[in-house]
Structures are given as structure tokens and as C-alpha cells.
């Protein structure tokens, strides 16, 4: 592997762990309702750029980039099982045992449905097209997002220091799973890079960390808004499908960023803000 190759990999995946290192401290300083905030396109935008450089024409990168749309929609299922499989496995184990058979249950569940949705959108592509794939999940996600808001829990900020170590694990796991997604890339496995780009690596730490430092409610918290804010990345990968071809890596990163966020999440998020002080104030009343 020549020196370019490694940089190309290496880049996208230390940017993901800076990322996934501030998404956490967002959170545990500022509480779970800045979860839609830590969900902006961030780790996808390396993982794009070196995904371009890996594959070799328009057509595989158009198949990896619209499988992340499908893989957001697994992941807002990722998160909203943290709502589900800790009330039904905490009838028989608490504490740190019940976090990490969550944390495996949900990362069983997330790559069985990331296998088979990666199988089968292979096997569609042709007649239905990767975009129009794409668009569907990701209504599907805005939809879901919306619901989970709207039947948010309370989303309080953390109150424990948390140490070095650990942000550096953080950032550990979220940075390899990029590093994978652009190395299968070169190896002319698009539809797999794509999904793999998603993995919900920042999402996984930031939910275990949190509640192993914080206690359960700042990452339960924290779900309804990473469900809805998580739509950016798939409206950012779709985005990538026609500007990249056109703008290259570098003004196609830039333009599909601005518009993801620009006409997605800060609208989102303004939302979310309202709905959650909304749903704040009328339980005080």
C-alpha cells in the first residue's frame, strides 16, 4: 500500500474519531437535546471523499453512496432499540452487564438487517436505481425521526467528568469503522463501503459511554433527536450522487454539505428545540 492509499484512509478515519469524541462531550455538557446537533454530516464527508477515490467509476460510488440512506434507517432503529431492549432486559440484569447485552443486541440486530438490506438492494439495483432506493429510506427515517421527538423523553445534560481514556476510545471505534468502509471501497465492494460508512460506531459509543459516566436518562434522552438530526447524512449521500460527478471531491463535499444543512438540519433542529422546551414547559404547567 503506497503512501497515498494509507492517507486516504487514515484521514477520514481520524476526523471521525475527533468527531465522535465532541459528539459525546456535546451531549454530556449541553444534554441530550443537542442530539440533532451531533447528527450534521461530519464522519460521512471523509468517508465520501475517500470512497470517490477508491472506487473506480460514477456508477459503483452512485451504489455506495445510496446505501446510506439505508444503513441511517438501521441506525435509527439502532437507537430507538435503546428505548425498547433495556426495559425488556433489565428484568434480569442491571448496571454495566445491562448496557453491554444491550450494546450487543442492538449491534447483532443492526448487521443482520445491514446484511440482508445490503444483499437485496444489490440484487434491485438495476430496476428500481440506487437513488430512488435511497429517498425512500430516507422518508422513511424523517418519519420515524419525527415520531421519536415528538414521544421524546427527558433529555438532561450529564453531570460527571468524564476522563481522557475514554474519549479516546470514543473516537477509537468510530474512526475504524470509516477506515474500513474506505479500505472495502478499493476493493470494489461499494454497496458494502456505503453501508459500512454508516456503521453506527459514534452512535454506540456515545450511547454506552454516556450511560456507563452519565446514567441511563442523558443518552435515552438523547435518541429522539439523533432519529430525526440522522436524515441529513442520507439527504447528504444523495446529494453526493449527482454533485460529485460534477463538482469533484472537493466543491462536491462542500456543496451537498451546505445544502444537507442548510435545508435539513437547522430547520430540524430548530424543531426539535421547540418541541422538546414546548413538551417541557406544558409538563410544568
Known sequence: MSSLELSAILLPALFAGLVAIL???VIERGGGALGGI??????????????WGGVSGIEPFSHAMSMVPIGMLLNVAFLGS????????????????????????????????????????????DDIGPSR????????????GVFAV?????APPGINKVGIFTLFLRGLAAGSAIAA???????GLPFISGMVSVFPAIFLTTMVSLWISQGAEVPVGATGPMMLGSASVSI???????LFPILGPWGGPLVSWTLA???????AGFWIWRTLDDGLNGATD
Open 181 to 187: 468502509s474506505v479500505w472495502i471501497a478499493g476493493l
Open 82 to 125: 435503546w428505548r425498547i431492549l433495556p426495559r425488556m432486559m433489565g428484568t434480569k440484569t442491571s448496571g454495566v452487564n445491562l448496557v453491554f447485552a444491550v450494546s450487543i443486541t442492538s449491534i447483532f440486530i443492526w448487521s443482520l438487517f445491514a446484511w440482508i438490506s445490503t444483499f437485496v438492494v444489490e440484487m434491485i439495483s
Open 150 to 154: 415528538k414521544t421524546n423523553l427527558p
Open 23 to 25: 459528539a459525546t462531550v
Open 261 to 267: 444543512v442548510g435545508l435539513y438540519s437547522f430547520p
Open 236 to 242: 447528504y449521500a444523495l446529494l453526493c450522487i449527482p
Open 133 to 144: 432506493i435511497g429517498l425512500i429510506a430516507t422518508a422513511f427515517a424523517v418519519i420515524i
Open 38 to 51: 451531533i447528527t450534521l454530516p461530519t464522519t460521512i464527508v471523509p468517508a465520501s471523499i475517500g470512497i
